[in-house]
């Protein structure tokens, strides 16, 4: 099984920044997609940004130019810059990651149980 956590939310000012960390653990064999998703109460989740085990990145357009993304194929673990925080970004914070458990197997994706953000003066 795979592990997923979610860390680095809190409370912030509007236009000030925080830093996500999503780290899998487990019995990780190859990790491909990972992703940032989000969920206000009442509201569908709402994705926020993928980064492929290539390195290339995708934004939603409600956080491009404010949000990036990067990724320790290392260590196993995807990070989330936010700058320029604002009250709509209120959220809380998903991570998922499709993972593969061998070269034929078929990936599966796992979810973190999220972290919660608040932008608010």
């Known amino acids: 099984q795979v592990q997923v956590v979610e860390s680095g939310g809190g409370l912030v000012q509007p236009g000030g920044s925080l830093r996500l960390s999503c780290a899998a653990s487990g019995r990780i064999f190859r990790i491909d997609n990972m992703g940032w998703y989000r969920q206000t109460p009442g509201k569908q989740r709402e994705w926020v940004a993928t980064?492929?085990?290539?390195?290339?990145?995708n934004y939603a357009d409600s956080v491009l130019g404010r949000f990036t993304v990067s990724r320790d194929n290392a260590k196993n673990t995807m990070y989330l810059q936010m700058n320029s925080l604002k009250p709509d970004d209120t959220a809380l914070y998903y991570c998922?990651?499709?993972?593969?458990?061998?070269?034929?197997?078929?990936?599966?994706?796992?979810w973190g149980q999220g972290t919660q953000v608040t932008v608010s003066s």
């Open positions: 980064s492929t085990r290539a390195g290339s990145t």
């Open positions: 998922n990651l499709d993972h593969s458990a061998s070269l034929q197997s078929t990936p599966r994706t796992f």
